[in-house]
C-alpha cells in the first residue's frame, strides 16, 4: 500500500524527535555540521527533491538537526522489504508501519513499475511539499557509492521540480568523530533530458558533495 503521513502528524513528529536525536547525536556522534544549510532556508514553501547518498538508519533523523528542516514539509521514500533481518521483523510486527506514519514516509512496491510508485511523490509535490528519495535504494557503507537508481531523475524530469543534492559524510578523528552534511545547489532539469544520462550526473554531484574537503568555519555545528 502507498501512503504518506498528513502534514500534521509529520509536523508534530519533527518537533517531538528533535530533542531525542539531539541527546542521542551528542552522546554517539559528537558533532553533527552542516554546510550549505542556506539551501534549505530557500526551499522553505516549494516543492523540491532532496537526494542523498545513504550511510546508516539514522541519516534522516540528523536532517532534523538543521535550523530550517522545521520549516520544511518532507515526506521520505521509505520500502516495505528490508536486507537487514532484524528490520524486517519491526516491519512485519506493524513497529515501521507507524513510524512511516508519525515521520511522513511513503512506500513503493517493489514489482508495481516505476511510473505507479511515482505517483504519491507527484501528489506530494503538487501541492508544494518536498519529497526525500535515497537513489542507491539502501544502505551502503562501502565509502564508495552504488549506482543510482533512476527514479529521482525521473521524478524531475517529468515535473520540472529542482532536485536538491546532498552529501553525508564521516570524519572519524582522535578526539572526535563528526557527520559533515553538505547540501548542495538545486539543479533543474529540463522534459526532454534523458533519466539514465541525468542519474549519472546526480551521482557524480553526490559525490562531489561526499569528497569535497570542507572546513569547520563558517559551518552550523551541533
Known amino acids: 500500500m502507498l501512503y504518506y503521513g498528513n502534514k500534521k502528524m509529520a509536523t508534530i513528529g519533527q518537533y517531538l524527535i528533535f530533542p531525542v536525536v539531539w541527546i542521542l547525536s551528542k552522546i554517539f556522534l559528537c558533532e553533527v555540521v552542516f554546510h550549505g544549510e542556506e539551501h534549505f532556508r530557500d526551499m522553505a514553501g516549494k516543492p523540491a527533491i532532496l537526494i542523498a547518498n545513504h550511510i546508516s538508519l539514522y541519516d534522516s533523523f540528523l536532517l532534523r538537526l538543521s535550523s530550517h528542516w522545521k520549516r520544511l514539509h518532507v515526506y521520505f521514500m521509505g520500502v516495505t522489504k528490508f536486507n537487514i533481518p532484524q528490520m524486517q521483523w519491526l516491519w512485519n510486527i506493524g513497529i515501521i508501519p507507524i513510524v512511516y506514519k508519525l515521520f511522513g514516509v511513503f512506500t513503493v512496491i517493489p514489482g508495481k513499475g516505476l511510473d505507479k510508485n511515482l505517483m504519491v511523490p507527484k501528489a506530494i509535490l503538487s501541492r508544494g511539499d518536498a519529497v526525500f528519495i535515497f537513489p542507491e535504494g539502501s544502505i551502503n557503507t562501502s565509502g564508495t557509492l552504488m549506482p543510482f537508481k533512476k527514479g529521482a531523475a525521473v521524478l524531475a524530469i517529468s515535473t ?63
Open 160 to 222: 520540472g521540480v529542482p532536485i536538491i543534492p546532498i552529501g553525508f559524510r564521516v570524519i572519524n578523528k582522535s578526539t572526535r568523530r563528526s557527520i559533515i552534511i553538505s547540501i548542495g545547489e538545486p539543479i533543474t532539469f529540463s522534459s526532454d533530458s534523458d533519466s539514465d544520462v541525468v542519474s549519472r550526473q546526480l551521482e557524480v554531484r553526490i559525490g562531489e558533495l561526499v569528497t569535497v574537503e570542507q572546513y569547520y568555519d563558517s559551518t552550523s555545528k551541533y
